[in-house]
């Protein structure tokens, strides 16, 4: 898949199989994350796979509500990133980029909010990071289950020449 129609057509997935996803395509993903543009080339990132059902479903019960599904992907990916000017940013390259690597692959994902949530926390506790990290973001991910409703916005409705119309 190329990069324009792997921009285009990635959607968030909230349904997956119980499929395992090989260690070599976690890694695959992971290696495409690390390769994020950061500010000063800072790289604050880290990145927890988890694949234990039992982790999955108290990180899944700690989002209350916005990552039920964490608890069925077989790969909850956890995106923390070192507390840092632009650490958001960073993370949220790094998240992005995990995104579409996951979709080139022909598997689904769909992102969970961590910054600032109140889950954060708790995540962070209960995958060991360090103090001085962050959770950003976390990554459900696996062989989709279902196929992707919503549609996207079109061109026209988001894009102004020069200024706001």
């Known amino acids: 898949m190329d990069a324009i129609e792997c921009l285009k057509t990635r959607r968030s997935i909230r349904a997956f199989t119980d499929e395992a996803v090989p260690t070599e395509v976690v890694e695959e993903i992971i290696d495409c994350a690390r390769l994020a543009p950061s500010a000063v080339n800072r790289q604050p990132w880290q990145f927890v796979a988890v694949r234990n059902g039992e982790v999955r479903k108290q990180i899944a019960d700690a989002c209350d509500g916005s990552g ?50 109140p889950h954060a926390e708790t995540v962070l506790h209960l995958l060991g990071a360090p103090e001085n990290h962050t959770l950003v973001s976390l990554i459900a991910l696996g062989k989709a289950a279902q196929e992707p409703q919503k549609p996207k916005k079109s061109l026209g409705d988001l894009l102004y020449w020069e200024r706001f119309a």
């Open 68 to 117: 039920e599904f964490i608890a069925q992907a077989p790969v909850c990916i956890a995106v923390f990133c070192e507390k840092s000017t632009y650490y958001l940013e960073d993370g949220c390259a790094a998240t992005q980029n995990i995104l579409l690597a996951v979709h080139a692959v022909g598997l689904g994902s769909c992102w969970v909010a961590g910054d600032k949530k």
